[in-house]
């Protein structure tokens, strides 16, 4: 396996050699806008396209400090997935209703995403197959437990995540570690990267000015703003901040979230290993463990996993070695792979990459408007950004716009349900925690208890999200 960091990941590659696009040189002149984005991501194109269909005539700027889909975009796993496996704690921070209705609304993008990249030409390896939730020990409760499912059943919506039997979900894929499974159906995988170049392509044809390798040096809330960058500056009515994990170095963002990195691993093409293992549809899989393992399969015959561990970026250095160059966490993925599915045992991984992701005390993203108020952010997709942004998309369109309406009204605009702790605090805490989580997931599988010193400090981050959970269930009580 070559050293993650190295050169980029394998989606980017493949997606830049099938269509490099035209070129988007820097900016290097002042110019105005009606509305500049910062941030070439999926939620930065996705606003740029959204308000391009609603306003046909808005000018529209859009800075990234690489190239679209270099960040975070480019990196992740590629599940467009619904927050059913998360209603508990949605409903425990929003009340029923507030938390069905946005669990709705992240489910619903789904079929959209699909519709929408078949109306538009983009060839994203989009496949809505569903997910396949699995445990391999009766200890884990992530997305093949029964905690999420009884909550759904006892609301009716118990066909969200559909009970498997082993022998059924091994006919999905014959892993020998299953012990228990659900069924996702409100879930896709897609190739990431292809489908950000795709948005750039098509926000390009609606008009909207992008800048690539544009590094935004300041910005001067005034109205209208000023966006600085270091050979020019965009003039705005408007500011749209899309930056993900990047805005921890931010003003006004340092505690808003802590900044992990994960890290993934694919293998060489492997058809007859996929029949082997009887993996022939699209549907991806994730465990129930405290760090899940996900994978799926490609439309080239590989196997992209990710998961297991994470590696902790210190304050807001988003683009430091840690987030992209960590091998020991990409190992940990690709052991994982041949400890979930030992037939493979022996196969070639021929990339590894790593990239930040920006893990907010509440795991949800954010929406709020800075002073002077024309300044949007909208942050914190805690590693599911897919659906979220384009969620996101809406709802920053129309705070631009300044409509009230069913997006602005989503229970996560406003400010950050809870803050991160301070630097030098903040690193030290959640690299305890994810060293505890991750030793106790090993010991799990291997049969033998976490150890309480494992189970305390892993422990932390949930009953962080917890504390504010319980919270919010007083506030609405009081």
Not at 173 to 188: E, K, L
Not at 201 to 207: D, K, M, Q, S, V
Not at 249 to 272: C, K, L, N
Not at 450 to 456: E, I, K, N, S, V
């Amino acid at each position: 396996m070559p050293d993650p960091g190295a050169a980029r990941s394998f989606w980017l590659q493949e997606a830049l050699g099938a269509d490099p696009g035209e070129p988007c040189p820097p900016l290097e002149a002042h110019v105005a806008a009606d509305v500049c984005i910062v941030g070439g991501g999926f939620a930065g194109l996705w606003t740029a396209i959204e308000l391009s269909a609603r306003e046909p005539t808005m000018r529209i700027a859009l800075l990234e400090q690489d190239i679209c889909g270099g960040g975070a975009s480019g990196r992740n796993g590629g599940f467009f997935s619904s927050s059913w496996w998360d209603v508990e704690a949605l409903c425990g921070l929003f009340g029923d209703d507030e938390g069905l209705r946005y669990a709705h609304a992240v489910s619903d993008t789904v079929g959209e995403a699909g519709t929408w990249l078949a109306d538009h030409d983009v060839d994203a390896w989009f496949h809505h197959d569903g997910v396949l939730g699995i445990r391999t020990g009766t200890w884990q409760e992530g997305p093949g437990g029964e905690g999420p499912a009884a909550f759904l059943e006892a609301r009716g919506l118990g066909d969200r995540m559909r009970p498997l039997t082993v022998e059924q979900a091994r006919e999905i894929a014959d892993s020998p570690r299953i012990t228990g499974a659900r069924f996702i159906d409100d879930s896709a995988i897609v190739q990431p990267a292809r489908l950000a170049r795709g948005l750039r392509r098509i926000a390009l044809e609606r008009g909207v000015r992008i800048f690539e390798r544009t590094t935004v040096t300041g910005l001067d809330r005034s109205r209208p703003a000023v966006v600085r960058t270091e050979h020019g500056a965009v003039k705005a009515d408007q500011v749209v901040l899309a930056i993900g994990a990047w805005a921890a170095g931010w003003p006004g963002f340092r505690r808003s979230f802590g900044v992990i990195a994960d890290h993934m691993v694919v293998t060489e093409p492997i058809p007859e290993l996929l029949a082997e293992i009887g993996w022939t549809s699209f549907a991806g899989i994730a465990d129930g463990r405290d760090l899940l393992f996900y994978l799926r399969p490609t439309d080239d015959h590989r196997i992209a996993i990710g998961g297991g561990g994470l590696a902790v970026v210190f304050g807001g250095r988003a683009s430091g070695r840690s987030a992209t160059h960590d091998r020991r966490v990409a190992d940990v993925a690709a052991r994982g792979l041949l400890w979930l599915f030992p037939q493979l045992e022996g196969v070639r991984f021929t990339h590894a990459w790593g990239g930040p992701i920006d893990q907010t005390p509440s795991f949800l993203p954010f929406y709020r408007t800075l002073q002077p108020g024309n300044v949007h952010a909208g942050l914190g997709f805690s590693g599911h950004g897919l659906s979220q942004t384009m969620v996101g998309s809406r709802i920053l369109a129309s705070m631009v716009l300044g409509v009230q309406d069913r997006w602005t009204s989503l229970p996560v605009v406003g400010g950050e349900l809870g803050k991160a702790p301070p630097e030098p605090f903040r690193y030290p805490a959640i690299k305890a925690a994810g060293w505890a989580l991750e030793r106790g997931d090993r010991r799990a599988d291997a049969g033998r208890p976490r150890g309480w010193l494992d189970a305390t400090v892993g422990a932390a981050p949930q009953a962080w999200r917890d504390r504010l959970v319980a919270r919010a269930s007083r506030r609405r009580a009081g």
